[in-house]
């Protein structure tokens, strides 16, 4: 069985994805990429643009539906961890300017045990209005759930518990 490789590509303006041989490029529009914080990365093949470790945090927790779920989303920036930088973070989180993103990841970098980088996430929610919210957009019945009081954010019991 032959597996198709799947590139994820940030774009001003919407497109089709595109199917090159077992390659498929999937596009995604964001309209701000400029304003991004990103970092070269080289291949065999060339040399190109990704986010930073930081933004590709904030980015999964963003879309962890599309990204296989909060459990995947967590075992993800357990890697991506060691990489990200207060700096980086600082830009990122200004550069996506989502709250409940951030409200988000602050709760997951507690969870991680990465309590720096949370208090960053948390004295830049500090100019924000935040409200109550889920840990997973969209959720409607995660079960039994613990409010993050300092992020605001409804935590299903089940994550709590395998995570402290």
């Given amino acids: 069985m ?21 390659h498929r490029l999937v596009f995604f529009e964001r309209s701000r990429i400029p304003t991004m914080p990103v970092a070269w990365h080289e291949t065999t093949h060339g040399r190109f643009k990704v986010s930073s ?8 927790v963003a879309r962890q539906q599309m990204a296989g779920g909060i459990a995947r989303v967590m075992e993800v920036l357990q890697a991506l961890i060691p990489d990200i930088t207060n700096e980086g973070l600082s830009a990122a989180l200004d550069a996506l300017d ?11 970098f ?10 960053l996430v948390a004295t ?12 997973s957009p969209g959720a409607t019945d995660t079960g039994p759930c613990t409010l993050d009081a300092r992020f605001k954010v409804l935590v299903p019991d089940t994550i709590q518990q395998a995570n402290t």
Wanted: glycine share 4%.
């Fill in 53 to 60: 470790p930081a933004l590709t945090a904030l980015e999964l």
């Fill in 110 to 119: 507690i969870r991680a045990n990465q309590p720096n980088l949370a208090d």
């Fill in 124 to 135: 830049w929610l500090e100019t924000k209005r935040t409200r109550r919210i889920a840990l």
């Fill in 98 to 108: 989502e709250t409940p993103t951030a409200q988000r990841i602050g709760v997951l």
């Fill in 2 to 22: 032959l597996r198709v490789a799947l590139s994820q590509v940030m774009v001003p303006k919407a497109r089709r994805p595109v199917q090159v041989g077992r």
